[in-house]
């Protein structure tokens, strides 16, 4: 069975049912949208039901065809159409169990959506080097996952937070149109080009060596399993361990501690490729280098996430409540690693401190 197909028959049952029992409009209003609809002729005809609930008109099949026609015209009002979807409808029809499968299907929808959001926000801030983009549309999709999280329960009679989506937000949150738009922007740029991610990668793991006062700062939000070549992805992780330990870090020491490591492991770049590194590095500003290799990860990140919550949500056996938390977690980590695209720390502060302390010392003496 094609899923479009289900889902077809899953919204027309529940319009159905609701004909014949609008009472049930009561409760499945609180937690149903139109806009959960894949059909636009079936949101129409809910939105068309949502209007008589309202207004307290009474809800009858012939009274609610009239009311379509009057709101889309006859031709999109399609009158065959409602008459097959009466003859659909199961006879004692479950309305509150077929709105559940229809929300499960939106909101399932809408999640995916949020993965077009990222990727061209990901794809903005890695051009233009600052994370502004990533961060807002970050706060975006947090809110929206909160609302369908929310809806979820609501709809299964669970208990849920209350969701408050700032004003700011607001607007934005139930715009089609801005998924349409990010769609439209990736669409207009070139993909990913993977050796321009490791050469950058490579320029910044060579001025770590030639700099490594930095690598603390870098590690942060660039852990070594981010590096995606397994021999350079060797070298940034002994860098990390030698600076982390408090060791001494040039080229010699990572040169000889990652063969010791890479004994049992993938092997390493070459010793001219690595010196090459070490050499451009010392004419390489870290934090320039830092920006470009952040800004890969984060269209990396993004990517990624959007393809896991694509695929989660064409799976049935996945929850909904399992891809928010996916939703939130691939936010939290585009967070962290937009703190490389922020302005450089300066790692020469703490040592200044700790000179003004001895020099205060030596005066009170």
Not at 147 to 163: E, I, M, N, S, Y
Not at 169 to 179: M, Q, S, V, Y
Not at 280 to 296: F, I
Request: aromatic share 4%.
């Amino acid at each position: 069975m094609r899923r479009d197909d289900v889902v077809q028959l899953a919204e027309q049952a529940t319009l159905g049912a609701l004909l014949l029992e609008p009472a049930r409009l009561g409760e499945v209003q609180k937690w149903l949208r139109a806009g959960d609809f894949a059909d636009l002729w079936h949101a129409q005809l809910f939105t068309t039901l949502l209007e008589h609930h309202a207004a307290h008109d009474p809800i009858a099949p012939q009274t609610v065809a009239r009311a379509l026609v009057d709101r889309v015209g006859s031709r999109q009002a399609n009158m065959p159409r409602f008459a097959d979807l009466l003859h659909v409808t199961p006879p004692h029809p479950d309305a509150i169990g077929y709105a559940r499968l229809v929300l499960d299907s939106g909101l399932r929808h809408e999640i995916a959506g949020q993965g077009v959001l990222l990727r061209a926000a990901a794809l903005q801030s890695a051009l233009d080097g600052v994370p502004q983009p990533i961060l807002s549309t970050c706060n975006l999709v947090d809110a929206g996952l909160d609302v369908a999280a929310a809806r979820w329960a609501a709809g299964h009679g669970l208990p849920h937070d209350t969701v408050v989506v700032p004003l700011a937000l607001r607007p934005a949150l139930r715009n089609t149109e801005a998924r349409m738009g990010a769609d439209k922007y990736l669409t207009a740029h070139p993909a990913r080009d993977l050796l321009t991610e490791r050469r950058h990668t490579v320029e910044l793991i060579g001025a770590l060596i030639a700099s490594p006062d930095h690598v603390a700062v870098v590690a942060t939000w660039l852990t070594p399993a981010r590096i995606h070549d397994p021999a350079w992805r060797a070298i940034y992780a002994t860098l990390v361990e030698l600076a982390d330990l408090g060791q001494h870090v040039d080229l010699v020491t990572v040169a000889w501690e990652a063969r010791k490591h890479a004994q049992h492991g993938p092997a390493l770049p070459g010793l001219n490729e690595l010196r090459a590194a070490v050499d451009d590095g010392w004419h390489t500003q870290v934090h320039s280098a830092a920006r470009s290799v952040a800004g890969d990860q984060i269209r990396h990140l993004a990517d990624t996430g959007a393809d896991q919550l694509l695929a989660g949500a064409a799976n049935p056996g996945v929850l909904v409540t399992d891809l928010v938390d996916t939703g939130h977690l691939i936010a939290d980590a585009l967070r962290r690693t937009a703190t490389g695209l922020s302005r450089p720390v300066d790692t020469a502060a703490p040592q200044r401190q700790l000179t003004a302390v001895h020099t205060h010392q030596q005066v009170a003496r």
